[in-house]
């Protein structure tokens, strides 16, 4: 081993690594017609689904707003398209 890299190497030993801190962004909301475009059905087929199981529930924000979460949307897509 050279002098240099001699010298470098309890320097670099010397340095901790800090952990990586993973920030994870609160699930998105997205309302129905963001849902519509995403998967191609109207609104009455959604909800038709939705009362059979076979499509995610909507949560209700109140007596006039309703939204999925993103995650349930994609993974649904993905499930359909591993068929």
Same mark, same amino acid.
């Given at each position: 081993?050279?002098?240099? #890299? %001699?010298?470098? *190497?309890?320097? /670099? #030993? %010397?340095?901790? *690594?800090?952990? /990586?801190?993973?920030?994870?962004a609160p699930p998105r909301l997205i309302r129905l017609p963001e849902v519509m475009a995403r998967?191609?059905?109207?609104?009455?087929?959604?909800?038709?689904?939705?009362?059979?199981?076979?499509?995610?529930?909507?949560?209700?924000?109140?007596?006039?707003?309703?939204?999925?979460?993103?995650?349930?949307?994609?993974?649904?897509?993905?499930?359909?398209?591993?068929?």
């Amino acid at each position: 081993m050279s002098r240099i #890299a %001699a010298e470098r *190497v309890p320097e /670099a #030993a %010397a340095q901790t *690594v800090e952990p /990586a801190i993973v920030i994870t962004a609160p699930p998105r909301l997205i309302r129905l017609p963001e849902v519509m475009a995403r998967v191609g059905l109207k609104r009455s087929s959604i909800y038709q689904r939705m009362a059979e199981g076979r499509f995610p529930k909507g949560r209700s924000l109140g007596p006039r707003c309703t939204v999925w979460v993103e995650a349930e949307i994609d993974a649904w897509i993905k499930s359909i398209t591993q068929h």
